[in-house]
T-cell receptor, first 117, second 114 residues
Framework: ETGVTQTPRHLVMGMTNKKSLKCEQH?????MYWYKQSAKKPLELMFV???????ENNSVPSRFSPECPNSSHLFLHLHTLQPEDSALYLC????????????????FGPGTRLTVT | GENVEQHPSTLSVQEGDSAVIKCTYS??????FPWYKQELGKGPQLIID?????GEKKDQRIAVTLNKTAKHFSLHITETQPEDSAVYFC?????????????FGTGTQLKVEL
């Protein structure tokens, strides 16, 4: 148990659906992240938030839309996804941003296994 | 942009032996190199990192070396144990205070056999 929870754990959606992934951290951290992990591909850092403000958006398609209503919650809204978007989506949090000494230790949630049909 | 290559993709060693995983990067401006361990069903966990102003860093059985000229860095695990079995990821980043990017390698599945 890392203190970071994600729901749902598994999600199957069609290309025309709209769904949202939810992440919650109970650690009092200031930074939160979305990662995409696909088989045989490098882990991708998608979005970085610090105190509810988006700090980094690493060239992610607009069909992925993050939302951070407060420092404990992070959402990833999905719409009109493609089959190649099927992957494990990991949420993480850290005390400060990952490039700060107090942010190097990231705590990951268990992930949402997304399948786009 | 940055490109990180990681080898090997799978590595099997006998318990007690050493394991070495190598990564190369393309952006000479990269200045921070973390390594992560991911166990089955869990997220990645930072195990060691190194900044570009040092050539080697050790933490018990784990060490990382960096060759800035050749643009490669390596993870060394000595006296391997079964609990070291996991996927290991290297990453490279350029930390400049703004527009920081973190690029990962494709991972190495390490299996420590009894």
């Amino acid at each position: 148990e890392t203190g970071v929870t994600q729901t749902p754990r598994h999600l199957v959606m069609g290309m025309t659906n709209k769904k949202s992934l939810k992440c919650e951290q109970h650690l009092g951290h200031n930074a939160m992240y979305w990662y995409k992990q696909s088989a045989k591909k490098p882990l991708e850092l998608m979005f970085v938030y610090s105190l509810e403000e988006r700090v980094e958006n690493n060239s992610v398609p607009s069909r992925f839309s993050p939302e951070c209503p407060n420092s404990s919650h992070l959402f990833l809204h999905l719409h009109t996804l493609q089959p190649e978007d099927s992957a494990l989506y990991l949420c993480a949090s850290s005390q400060d941003l990952w490039w700060d000494d107090r942010g190097k230790e990231q705590y990951f949630g268990p992930g949402t296994r997304l399948t786009v049909t | 942009g940055e490109n990180v290559e990681q080898h090997p993709s799978t590595l099997s060693v006998q318990e007690g032996d050493s394991a070495v995983i190598k990564c190369t990067y393309s952006d000479s401006a990269s200045n921070y190199f973390p390594w992560y361990k991911q166990e089955l069903g869990k997220g990645p966990q930072l195990i060691i990192d190194i900044r570009s102003n040092v050539g080697e860093k050790k933490d018990q059985r784990i060490a990382v070396t960096l060759n800035k000229t050749a643009k490669h860095f390596s993870l060394h695990i000595t006296e391997t144990q079964p609990e070291d079995s996991a996927v290991y990821f290297c990453a490279a980043s350029t930390i400049t205070g703004g527009g920081n990017k973190l690029t990962f390698g494709t991972g190495t599945q390490l299996k420590v056999e009894l």
